[in-house]
Structure formats: C-alpha cells, structure tokens
C-alpha cells in the first residue's frame, strides 16, 4: 500500500462528492425516465436552472442554507446528505486501496449500491437499467481483483440470481403471492458479479439479519402493526454487499471461529 497523500486524499473526497452530485440526478430521473444528461438542475419548485456556482457539491447547499435562492423553497436534506456520503466511501476506499483500479472498482459498486438504494427507498423498484448493466459491468471483477477468478464470477452471478430466486418461488408457493420483488434477484447477481459466491452467502446473511431490523424499526416508528408493510430489501442487501467489502474476511473468520468453540 502506498502512503496517504493529503492532497490526493482532497481531490477524491471532491470528486466523490461530485460523483454523488450525479447520483442525486440518477436517483431522481431514471425512475421517471427523464434524461440524467440533458435538462440542467432545476428547483423542483420554481423550475430555475441551478446556476453552476450553486451548483457546487455540498457547498452550494451550505451557501445557499438549503433554500432554493429564487424562490425560497427549502432543499432536500438528501441531496448534501447523498453527496457526503459518495464522497466518505471515497475517501474510506483511498485509504483502503490507494488509488488503484480495485479502489476505482469499488467505489463504482457501491455508487451504483448507493443509487439502487434510494430509488428503492423511494420507489420500491430496483430498475433494470441499473442493474442488468451492473451484471455485466461487474463481472470484470476477475479482471481487476486480485482475490476473484472467472469461475468466481461466473458462479456468483448463478448463486446470486439463483438463491434469491429460490427464496422467492418457495415464499410464491407458500404464499401465493410475490414477497420479493424480481429487482432484487438482479441486484443480488450483480453482488454476486463483484463479490463472488461467499460475498453473495455473506450479503444475504447479513442484509437478511440488517433487514429484520431495520423492518422492525420501520414498524415501530410508523406505529404499522401490517405484517404487509412493505420494506425495501435493496438497501439492506446493498448494507451487507458493502460491509463485506471492508470487513467480510475478517466477520466470518470470527463467525467460523465462534462455531468451532
Ligand atoms: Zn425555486
């Protein structure tokens, strides 16, 4: 690992936050099927185009105190909040990888986990644009990580499509009717693409327990008593996807560990 450079570790924490500039588009227009390249940032409200100036991540909301400047109409909290957070993994990926491909490798994965998060927040969709892309865009991970081979890949892809998909024909069978949408067996393939079969076990293990949670706290907080309320599973498999990067060996060598003794 080469040493940390303070300056170098500047410009990517900018550049990341200007990449979650750009997730914040993606985030708002691929679900409504508005073009990410063409109409400039508007004010949802008045319809000004954002001059570029204002335009800044991060520090043209803090300039303009989340108020649209025209007319006065306050800004999502989310849009800074989404721009700090691409810009903390990349800061977090430096320091992990130094600038490498496996480092611009990762930060395109979990830029990509960040946007399907969201749309599935908001929407509860997990569009096919992103993810069937994502399938074949991640599958260089045999090319670029030092740890995956093509056959990893491959079978990532199968474990992840696969198992998802098994889980949700049994819960059809039971159930008859859908529990899971078919968005998050192309996103568990796309884990799978990058991570291979034991990121794809991990990532459900974990999104799985993170979900339970997370659907609890849902539950408790909307004061639902619905057993139907329906809880996005792709931000918590794209949770477990991204702790897996940073901490996977090291939390089932602890796991296999604690199975033994
Ligand atoms: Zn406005």
Redesign the pocket.
């Known amino acids: 690992m080469t040493e940390f450079n303070l300056i170098v570790a500047v410009y990517i924490f900018f550049a990341g936050a200007c990449v979650g500039s750009f997730l914040n588009v993606c985030i708002y227009r691929i679900p409504e099927n508005i073009s990410v390249v063409k109409p400039r940032s508007?004010?949802?409200?008045?319809?000004?185009a954002i001059p570029f100036y204002l335009n800044i991540p991060i520090f043209g909301y803090l300039v303009l105190k989340g108020?649209?400047?025209?007319?006065?109409?306050s800004i999502s909290f989310r849009y800074p909040a989404v721009e700090l957070l691409t810009a903390a993994f990349a800061l977090i990926l430096y320091v992990q990888f130094s600038f490498t491909p496996v480092m611009v490798f990762w930060f395109a994965f979990i830029s990509t986990l960040i946007t399907i998060s969201f749309i599935d927040f908001d929407h509860r969709i997990i569009p096919d644009l992103i993810s069937l892309p994502g399938i074949v865009i991640f599958s260089s991970s045999f090319l670029i990580l030092p740890d995956m081979t093509i056959q990893q890949t491959g079978l990532g892809i199968l474990a992840g499509g696969g198992s998802l998909y098994m889980v949700a024909l049994i819960y059809y069978l039971i159930k008859k009717e859908e529990g899971m949408g078919g968005g998050d067996i192309k996103l568990l393939a796309m884990i799978g693409a990058a991570t291979g079969v034991k990121g794809v076990i991990f990532t459900i293990f974990t999104g799985s327990l993170l979900g339970t949670i997370g659907g609890i706290a849902m539950m408790v907080s909307q004061k639902m008593v619905n057993s139907k309320l329906k809880i996005p599973f792709g931000p918590f498999l794209s949770m477990g996807a991204i702790l897996y990067i940073f901490f996977g060996d090291r939390l089932i060598t602890w796991y296999l560990s604690t199975l033994i003794h």
Request: hydrophobic share 5%.
């Open positions: 508007s004010c949802p409200k008045c319809n000004t108020r649209c400047r025209f007319c006065n109409t």
